[in-house]
């Protein structure tokens, strides 16, 4: 079993930025790849980011990718999210996913956390 915690999330302006961390915790928690997907309103849950817990290799949409950064601290079990350069079509729900291989199904996930970027 692994257990997901996002927070970071909050109301920013335009051009702003916000951190996200997820906090996992499992005992097998470096079999998997952590991702971030995000939902807005009215729309379905869409890949944002990922990374592997022991190679470091990640992946990023094209919408994000130049201003997000994803990163990973082993000796806390956490992911982060580093948002810059923030846009009001990143408002969404964001939730930290445990995925069985980079890219793979989703294993697990967190109960997602608020990003609201007002312009």
């Known amino acids: 079993q692994v257990q997901l915690v996002e927070s970071g999330g909050g109301l920013v302006q335009a051009g702003g930025s916000l951190r996200l961390s997820c906090a996992a915790s499992g005992r097998t928690l470096s079999r998997y790849a952590m991702g971030w997907f995000r939902q807005a309103p009215g729309k379905e849950r869409v890949f944002v980011s990922a990374?592997?817990?022991?190679?470091?290799?990640?992946s990023y949409s094209d919408s994000v990718k130049g201003r997000f950064t994803i990163s990973r601290d082993l000796a806390k079990s956490t992911v982060y999210l580093q948002m810059n350069s923030l846009k009001p079509e990143d408002t969404a729900v964001y939730y930290c996913a445990a995925q069985v291989v980079l890219h793979g199904p989703t294993a697990y996930w967190g109960q997602g956390t608020q990003v609201t970027v007002s312009s």
């Open positions: 990374i592997t817990w022991s190679g470091g290799s990640t």
